[in-house]
C-alpha cells in the first residue's frame, strides 16, 4: 500500500494522522494515495471531500489534547444532537461485588435499575449533547456516553453540571466514552459530494436522517452518528460511510477525564480488541465501570467463545471482587435503531439473553446491560420474559440495566420541536418540557 511520508499505515487499511492522534479504516480505492480523511478536514483542498471540510475544520472530533477548538456551528436546542439454557439458572451466578452506597449509579447497577443515556459514539454535536447531558442528569440517570473527544467530554462535563444545579440535585452520573477495537458501524460518517446530485433528485437522504445531518451542503459532520440510513435510499448510489479509530494513545488521554470507558466488539475482533487493551488497560483499570459492547457474535459457541478470550484480556485488570472497576457486557441487539419502532426491543432483549447465560455458564463476573434497538417496550418486554430484577433482587439471568440512544434523543426532539432559541440554551419552561419525556423513559427502568 502507498503510504504518505507523513502517515504512519499500521494495517493495510489503517491511517493515522500525526496532527490529530486518530486513524481511519478506508473503504475507497485509492483514498490512501489522497491522504488522511482527517488531514483532509484540516489541511487538503481535495474537492471530493469539500462537503466534508468546512464545517469539519470547526468540529470537535477527533482532535488530539492539543487541539481543543471548539466548534463555531451556531447553536441551537436539543435536536438529535439525536431460550432459556437449561442448566444456567442452576449455576450461582459469578462473584460480584455488592456494596456500592444507595442511591449511587453502581447501585442501581446492582438492582438492575442502571439507565444509561447514549449520546452516540460517533456524535461531535456539543450543543445538543450539552442539552441533553443536562435534561437527563436532571432526570437521574445513572450514566451518560459520549464521543471519545475533548471537547465532547467538556460539554457533556458542563452538561451534567446545568442537570445538577437545575434541579438542585447531588446525583451525578458516569461520564463514558465509547471507543471501537475494529471496523464497528458506530465509528463512521456518512459522506457524499453535492455536486453529483441529479438535480431532479427528491432528497430522500434528507428526510431519513434522524439527526438532520444532511443539508444542500452535504453531511454535516458534527450531527452524522452513521447510523447509514441514508445510504441505501441514495437513487443514484454516491453516499458513502468512512470509518475510524482512535489512536489508543489518544483515548489514553481522554480516559483521564472520564468515569468509564466503553470497548465495540464485533465479530472476529478479538486480536484487535486485545490490542487496545494492552494499550489502555493500565488506564482503563482505574476507572469506575469498564463496558463492553458486543452485537450477536454468531451461535452460542461463538458467542462463549468471544466472552471468555475478552475476559481471559482482562481479569488481570478487571476483577469484579477487587477495587477495580465493574464489567458490564452490553448486548447490542439492533444497532442505532431504537427509534424506528418499538419492535427493535426484541434483538437486544434476547440477545441479552443470551449473553447473560454464557456467562452464567463460564462463570465469567459483570452485569449485562441492553443497547441497540432499546425504547419504550424494552423493560415491558424485559418484564414479559422475567429477566427483570423483581424488587431489586439480584438473580442469575436478570439484567443490570438498559442504554438507550436513537430513542431517549427523538422524544428530546419531539418534545422541542417548537423551541425556536438559536443560543442553544434552554429556558426553563422549555427545560421542563424536556424533562418530563425524559423522565417517563427513565423510570421505566428506575419505577
Ligand atoms: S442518515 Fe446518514 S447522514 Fe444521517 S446520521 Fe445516519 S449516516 Fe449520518
Ligand atoms: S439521495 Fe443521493 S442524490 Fe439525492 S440528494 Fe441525497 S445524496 Fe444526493
Redesign the pocket.
Known sequence: MKTSPFYAAPSQHLLRCPFTACSFLSPFTGFEKMANLCTVFIVSPLSSFASFSPRYNQASAFRGPQNQAVSKRPRRPVKAAFTRCSHASAIPPAPSKRNAPTGSPLHSLETGTWFKLICGASSHDAPSIRNLCAVYTAVGVDCIDVACDLAIVRAARKGIAEGIMRRQSSHSPFLMVSVNAGTDPHFRKAS?A?S???PE??????KVCPADA?DLSGVIIDLCYGCGR?VP????D??RTLEYQHDPRFVSAVLEDVDAVEIHVGRGQEAEFRELWMQIGDVASRLKVVAVSLPDLGGDAALAAGLQSMWDVMKTHVSDTGNGPRLIWQADGRPMSGDIGRGTAKAAVFLGKRVREALNVARIPGEVQLAGGTNDATVPLMQANGLRRVGHATTSESFGGIAVGGYARKIQQEALKDVCGSDGNLSSQDFEKAYQAAKTLVDGIKA
Do not use: Y
Request: charged residues 15%.
Open positions: 457524499f453535492p453529483a446530485c441529479p433528485c427528491r432528497r430522500p437522504c434528507e444532511i441514508c435510499v441514495c437513487p443514484p454516491i453516499i
